[in-house]
């Protein structure tokens, strides 16, 4: 391993913040960093505290008239007919006080993310508050004001000519990144989230697949609900490093949203902590493989932030610094959280295996995730070559 990863963090992120019932809940990456902490996972060297954009940084992707809007939300000015119009407002992104302050402090650290990759002073760095990537262009969605990872891949164009390979595995479907780019061959996204047919966005099909020059270079695995760890990781692997291959990136981006767990309360996949070792544990090795190790990691979502966030980020982490935590978690961390908990806190790092009953239709589900990967792989590579020939 080259120099340090590194982990951008500071309670400042407890600012995107849009109230207290609301399940985009900032104390998950506190939590979270302090079991990393109790681990012995990171230095104090390793934590870096995050740096706001300027508005000016967010234009190249924001249109003029969303940021006046997320201004003039936070500053309360603004009536509920004028923010609908910009996704702002609704019981999913209401608005709050402070809120393009807040904003552009997560956008400004994962900006920075790719800054510290760049100027060589870490080849990976995992920024925890990222990974907001519903924001549209002209719209903020989903708990996303807007889009942290097209701001950063953004930069990273214009300042440095590079192609960007974008990983999603959210249980959501990755649309903002993907509208942003979808017409850019310089920018692959692949997402692999829970179908849309139940599930918001409701986008994210197959056919999904770019459109004028960038077209092949969207690509959507849309998998079944109750899909479990075998056939994610089956459809992850063989899907992910062809392409990758193929596409020959500068630099690699995952958001690493862990609302696929079984325990998630807001969607339907049922994966366990063994998926969550091996999607970094493979875009660790595609990075080292074609990146010369740049890797940025930003969070996304997750729920259950008492025993899934802590967890799932704790092993990407851990994989970015090639350890391995133990398996038996730290009693303090427990004694320090339990009385904020509602339910009990895990004692292990990793889910037992048989800890999640089987699902019925599981056969069922495999087959149908095996014609999803065919279909959405039939010529991609092909047309990702084709491009890629001088």
């Known amino acids: 391993m080259g120099r340090p990863p590194l982990l951008i963090y500071s309670p400042d992120f407890h600012t995107y913040r849009f109230g207290p019932e609301h399940p985009f809940n900032p104390l998950r990456i506190e939590?979270?960093?302090?079991?990393?902490?109790?681990?012995?996972?990171?230095?104090?060297?390793?934590?870096?505290?995050?740096?706001a954009c300027t508005r000016e940084e967010l234009r190249p992707v924001h249109s003029e008239a969303l940021l006046d809007a997320i201004e003039g939300a936070g500053e309360g000015r603004?009536?509920?007919e004028q923010l609908r119009p910009f996704g702002l407002g609704d019981?999913?992104?209401?608005?709050?006080?402070?809120?393009?302050e807040a904003t552009r402090l997560v956008a400004g650290a994962t900006l920075q993310g790719a800054r510290l990759i760049m100027e060589g002073k870490a080849d990976h760095v995992f920024q925890i508050a990222g990974g907001l990537h519903h924001g549209h262009r002209n719209r903020a969605s989903g708990f996303c004001v807007v889009n942290d990872a097209a701001v950063a891949i953004s930069f990273l164009q214009r300042r440095y000519g590079i192609k960007v390979a974008y990983i999603d595995t959210d249980a959501h479907h990755g649309d903002g990144v993907q509208s942003i780019f979808y017409d850019d061959p310089t920018v692959l996204t692949i997402s692999i989230h829970e179908t849309g047919r139940y599930l918001f966005p409701g986008t994210g099909h197959v056919e999904e697949r770019g459109r004028f020059d960038g077209y092949g270079f969207s690509i959507n695995l849309p998998l079944e609900a109750y899909t479990e760890d075998d056939s994610f990781?089956?459809?992850y692997e063989r899907a992910v490093a062809p392409l990758i291959e193929a596409f020959q990136p500068d630099l690699l981006i995952t958001q690493n949203g862990c609302d696929a767990h079984y325990l998630d309360p807001l969607?339907?996949?049922?994966?366990?902590?063994?998926?969550?070792?091996?999607?970094?544990?493979?875009?660790?090795?595609l990075a080292h493989t074609y990146c010369q190790g740049r890797w940025l990691a930003l969070g996304g979502g997750g729920y259950d932030h008492w025993r899934v966030v802590p967890r799932a980020w704790s092993l990407l982490w851990a994989e970015m610094n090639e350890c391995s935590p133990a398996e038996e978690i730290p009693k303090d961390w427990q004694m320090r959280w339990q009385s904020q908990s509602p339910v009990s806190l895990p004692s292990r790092m990793r889910d037992e295996p048989g800890e999640y009953p089987p699902i019925p239709r599981r056969a069922i589900i495999e087959d149908k995730n095996r014609v999803t990967l065919q279909r959405a792989m039939r010529d991609a590579v092909d047309l990702i070559r084709a491009h890629n020939v001088p």
């Open 91 to 100: 019981d999913d992104t209401p608005a709050f006080p402070g809120m393009g």
């Open 78 to 80: 603004l009536l509920p």
């Open 31 to 51: 939590v979270t960093v302090d079991l990393i902490r109790r681990c012995g996972l990171i230095t104090p060297t390793q934590i870096v505290p995050p740096e």
């Open 267 to 285: 969607t339907h996949l049922a994966l366990t902590t063994r998926s969550f070792e091996a999607v970094p544990r493979l875009a660790h090795r």
């Open 233 to 235: 990781i089956d459809l």
